[in-house]
Structures are given as structure tokens and as C-alpha cells.
């Protein structure tokens, strides 16, 4: 029981400490942090399987509300139950919330050239690469056949070519998804009934 309760502690302080490094050291936001918190989960804590994980990742950005609070959300549920999920929300907010109330109140101060500028033209150019490697990480595990890959390509040029928002995007995707889903399975239907006569 003892080493049980050590156990629980343990994976929580995990979580915690993952989901707090990411949302301190990431910039660019959640899908930034994804090929860090990816590593640190699967790779190096073992806490689940990179296929399930990269399940939650998609979920996350999928969803409604900030990418890495969804993404602890799932991935700490998942690892430690509810205890799980709050330590690692916890964790991928509180860094956020301390730096943004320091920017915040410090933006004024904040050279608009010189070195401290140059870093951060630096940050945000390492942040693009994390959103990058994000991106093809998902691309894989979620783009498996042609009509995947056609409605990426739809969704990418209508989200660059037009004005519709993204959420209508998204919303279209999954009314066409639902529509892929229900002509596979009747077609599936009919040639298993061809089958039996």
C-alpha cells in the first residue's frame, strides 16, 4: 500500500514537473510544447504509448480551449486519474499565468531593439520549428489513407485562400468525416450481404 501511494506521488510530481517545464520553456503555444511533452511522456517516464498519446495530442488541439491544458488534462487522467489530470493542468498553467502578469506589467520596459530584442526573434524562430515538427508528428499518425489526405488539403487551402474561420473548418471537416464514415459502412454493409447470398 505504502509503495502504492509512492508510486501515485511519484507519477504525479512527473506529470506536474513535464507539463510545468513545457509551459515554461515553450513558446508559441501548445502545439509547440507537443514534441516535448511527446518525449518526456513516452520516451523518457514511460507513462503511456506514443499512439495513444498522439490520440490525446489530436484531441487536444481538435477541442475547444488551450492545446496544453487539454493535452494535460487527457494525459494526466490518463497516467494518475483526476488526481493526474489537476497536477499536470496545474503544472502547464502556472509558469504561463506568472509570466504573463510579469510581461504584462514589464511590457513598457521592454527594448524594441538590442540583444534582449534579438532574442526573442531567436525564440520565436525556434518556436516555429517546435510547431513544425508538432505538425508532421500529428500529419503521421493521423493521415493514414486518400480521403485524410484530400480533406488536408482542402481544409489547408481553404484556411489559406479564403476568409472562413477556422472553427467552420473544423466543423466541415468532421460533417464530411461523419459522411466518409456513414457511405464506408454501408458499402461495407452491402458487400458483406453480396458475401452471404
Same mark, same amino acid.
Given at each position: 500500500? =505504502? !509503495?502504492? !501511494? ?7 510530481? =512527473?506529470?506536474?514537473? $513535464? ?17 516535448? $511533452? ?12 506514443? =499512439?495513444?498519446?498522439? =490520440?490525446?495530442?489530436?484531441? %487536444? ?34 509558469? *504561463?499565468?506568472?509570466?504573463?502578469? +510579469? ?23 525556434? %518556436? %516555429? ?5 508538432? *505538425? ?6 493521423? $493521415? ?6 484530400? +480533406?488536408? +488539403? ?16 473544423? +466543423?466541415?471537416?468532421?460533417? $464530411?468525416?461523419?459522411?466518409? *464514415?456513414?457511405?464506408? *459502412? ?10 452471404? %447470398?
Amino acid at each position: 500500500m =505504502e !509503495q502504492r !501511494q509512492k508510486t501515485n506521488l511519484k507519477t504525479l510530481w =512527473e506529470l506536474f514537473v $513535464i507539463f510545468f517545464k513545457a509551459g515554461t520553456f515553450t513558446f508559441a503555444g501548445g502545439l509547440a510544447m507537443l514534441p516535448v $511533452i511527446e518525449r518526456d511522456i513516452v520516451e523518457k517516464n514511460k507513462l503511456m504509448p506514443r =499512439e495513444e498519446f498522439l =490520440e490525446y495530442a489530436t484531441l %487536444s488541439q481538435t477541442l475547444p480551449g488551450v492545446i496544453a491544458v487539454n493535452c494535460a488534462a487527457f494525459v494526466g487522467r490518463r497516467a494518475a486519474g483526476t488526481k493526474g489530470m489537476l497536477a499536470a493542468s496545474f503544472g502547464a498553467t502556472v509558469s *504561463a499565468f506568472v509570466l504573463m502578469v +510579469l510581461a504584462t506589467v514589464l511590457l513598457g520596459l521592454i527594448p524594441r531593439e538590442g540583444p534582449l530584442y534579438g532574442a526573442f526573434e531567436g525564440i520565436r524562430a525556434a %518556436s %516555429s520549428a517546435l510547431i513544425l515538427a508538432a *505538425a508532421f508528428s500529428l500529419g503521421r499518425h493521423n $493521415i493514414k489513407n486518400l480521403f485524410s489526405v484530400a +480533406l488536408m +488539403l482542402a481544409a489547408f487551402f481553404v484556411t489559406l485562400l479564403t476568409d472562413v474561420s477556422v472553427p467552420l473548418v473544423v +466543423l466541415g471537416g468532421a460533417a $464530411i468525416g461523419v459522411v466518409y *464514415a456513414r457511405l464506408a *459502412a454501408a458499402k461495407k454493409k452491402k458487400g458483406g450481404k453480396g458475401d452471404v %447470398s
